[in-house]
């Protein structure tokens, strides 16, 4: 996926060489605001106290991001939006799955971006920085599983994307993100506990205004 989404990229930043420019779309001072519709994919893994590992649902969301440009090329960007992910442990000693519960996730994404062509119809982007989720709503699935808290902490993201220019204020938005996320889980006051790596990939569309 990595590959593929570099790849993509290269190419995107290609193209953007070769669009004519056209009047200003971004420069420094401008705030871009965007609403994206993410889907929120976790590439999970975990080690556990009863073996097996731990399996989490996809979930699609709105969200709403805001990217200052500090210059014409540089951007910072600030990602809200809250998920929620069902919990299940897979192949335990027990022998069976078993259904642990839901929680709720806010991951607020702070990210430094280089834009390659702000000024074009065309304009890609990367981008690195961190996550810090915060885990709330944590619902238990009941019968034996009668508690289960998961810690909140920080991660770091990376993203590409690009914009495509409407008009000077109106553009489209495609964007990739890998976040890297881990938590302590503790079920029942910690009579098991997991160690979990949700490691999500989001991929988002929307469109997206500058002030």
């Not at 871009?32 to 929120?40: E, F, K, P, Q």
């Not at 839901?102 to 961190?130: C, D, E, R, W």
Request: hydrophobic content about 45%.
């Amino acid at each position: 996926m990595t590959h593929i989404l570099l790849k993509s990229v290269s190419i995107a930043a290609l193209i953007a060489s070769a669009v004519p420019m056209t009047a200003a779309a971004k420069e420094a001072g401008d705030l871009l605001m965007r609403a994206r519709v993410i889907y929120v994919a976790p590439d999970e893994s975990a080690i556990t106290s009863i073996g097996g590992t731990v399996g989490l649902n996809n979930d699609v969301v709105p969200e709403l991001d805001f990217t200052y440009f500090l210059t014409d090329n540089i951007g910072v960007e600030l990602i809200l939006a809250t998920t929620k992910h069902s919990a299940t442990a897979i192949n335990t000693a027990l022998g069976a799955s078993v259904e642990l519960g839901n929680a709720m996730l806010l991951p607020p994404t702070l990210t430094l971006q280089y834009h390659f062509n702000p000024k074009g119809v065309l304009s890609p982007y990367v981008g690195a920085g961190i996550n810090y989720t915060f885990f709330y709503s944590e619902n238990a699935a009941g019968g034996a599983i009668t508690d289960i808290d998961l810690k909140d902490s920080f991660g770091l993201a990376l993203q590409a994307g690009f914009d495509v220019k409407v008009n000077d204020e109106w553009s489209f938005n495609v964007d990739v993100k890998k976040i890297w996320l881990n938590t302590d889980v503790s079920i029942n006051g910690g009579g098991v506990t997991a160690e979990l790596d949700i490691n999500p990939w989001i991929f988002g569309v929307g469109f997206g205004y500058t002030f």
